[in-house]
């Protein structure tokens, strides 16, 4: 039988799974050589986006005993349509598997940056390390150091993929405030084709809140206002990680009567979203928008009211594959699932975490 063209052992195999094939890398040399390509690993990742509708969690689950504190990280699969069957997430068996043992960094202290196409961008504040990491391979990549100019300032991150350059980048920013209230920010990007960070022109706006930038549309998206603590002000500044420059957009029309709110942002089915929680009156709203870049766009997707307790925290987390459902964390110990149309909610059970 004649030996197949490389071409059709390539589209074969990239339609298979990972785990599977880092089996099939000890078949032979050529299939070796041709896995380990960059071309067919872009081949696989498309593959893989186009064929497979599983969504993932990432979840972080602490456990203190006997005065000894772990931190583990698991992957779970959110359901297709938690709404019209059983809610619970399941645990994923393979080839996700469960926490990170092969981490390189110590679970207690890892902070998450963000995620693309499988792979996790994680840091150790404490030894100012950052790794690029892949749960699925279980390979990672340090991140080599970069200049600090600021020593006593700490570092706001951001992660993503740039399709046009096929390239994975992070953003660093270094928050600085002059004797004036002047604020800028040390503004650096890594590149994982050049390996190798570099200095971009700083951004005009003070970041107020460090939770990571929103990747949506090719781009990082952090909340910003152009003055100095001032939380009441708020734009959102848009890092294109093409160009690698910066622009501001509106945000929605929420309510900016109440005394106090919290502003996260997220990425809701491919779409730019934001979570209002207004402190201490009970009530959240969740906005989403419908086409990007547009204000008259934004969609109040969510309304949630007269919620028992304060909400310290109401952000989305994932979807359904249908987008009629979304997945929301709650005060970051509670999952819950709320059907946009119905504005209906119910709270997501967790199957697989450790008990302790």
């Excluded at 990082?220 to 009441?232: E, N």
Aim: aromatic content about 10%; glycine content about 6%.
């Amino acid at each position: 039988m004649a030996e197949l063209q490389t071409e059709i052992i390539a589209e074969i195999l990239s339609r298979v799974p990972v785990k599977t094939l880092l089996r099939f890398l000890c078949v032979c040399k050529t299939w070796y050589s041709l896995i380990k390509t960059p071309k067919f690993i872009k081949l696989h990742l498309n593959q893989t986006l186009k064929f497979t509708t599983n969504r993932h969690l990432l979840i972080t689950h602490t456990s203190i005993s006997t005065a000894v504190i772990r931190r583990q990280f698991h992957f779970f699969e959110i359901p297709d349509h938690p709404l019209k069957g059983k809610i619970n997430l399941k645990k994923e068996p393979c080839p996700l598997g469960g926490p990170f043992d092969s981490c390189p960094l110590e679970p207690i202290s890892i902070q998450l940056h963000g995620s693309c196409n499988g792979v996790v961008c994680i840091s150790d504040p404490q030894k100012k390390d950052v790794v690029l990491y892949n749960p699925t391979t279980k390979t990672h990549r340090f991140l080599p150091p970069t200049e600090n100019p600021y020593p006593d300032k700490f570092s706001i991150f951001g992660f993503g993929y740039d399709s046009e350059s096929d390239d994975y980048k992070v953003l660093r920013l270094m928050q600085c405030v002059g004797p004036n209230d002047e604020i800028w920010n040390d503004a650096r990007v890594y590149s994982l084709r050049r390996n190798s960070w570099k200095r971009i022109k700083d951004i005009p706006y003070s970041v107020i809140y460090d939770h990571g930038g929103a990747l949506v549309n090719g781009a990082l998206h952090y909340i910003v206002s152009k003055v100095a603590f001032d939380s009441r002000t708020k734009l959102i500044a848009k890092f294109d990680l093409g160009t690698e420059t910066y622009s501001v957009m509106d945000c929605p029309d929420y309510d900016k009567d109440l005394d106090s709110w919290t502003v996260y942002l997220g990425n809701v089915d491919g779409c730019l979203s934001l979570s209002v929680n207004y402190d201490f009156h009970g009530r959240a709203d969740l906005w989403v928008m419908k086409e990007y870049g547009k204000k008259e766009s934004w969609m109040r997707a969510v309304s949630i009211g007269n919620h028992k307790g304060n909400l310290i925290d109401f952000r989305a987390v994932g979807c359904s594959d249908d987008g009629e459902c979304i997945l929301v964390e709650v005060d970051k110990f509670e999952l819950r699932w709320y059907d946009m149309r119905r504005q209906l909610g119910i709270r997501a059970g967790i199957e697989g975490l450790p008990k302790d």
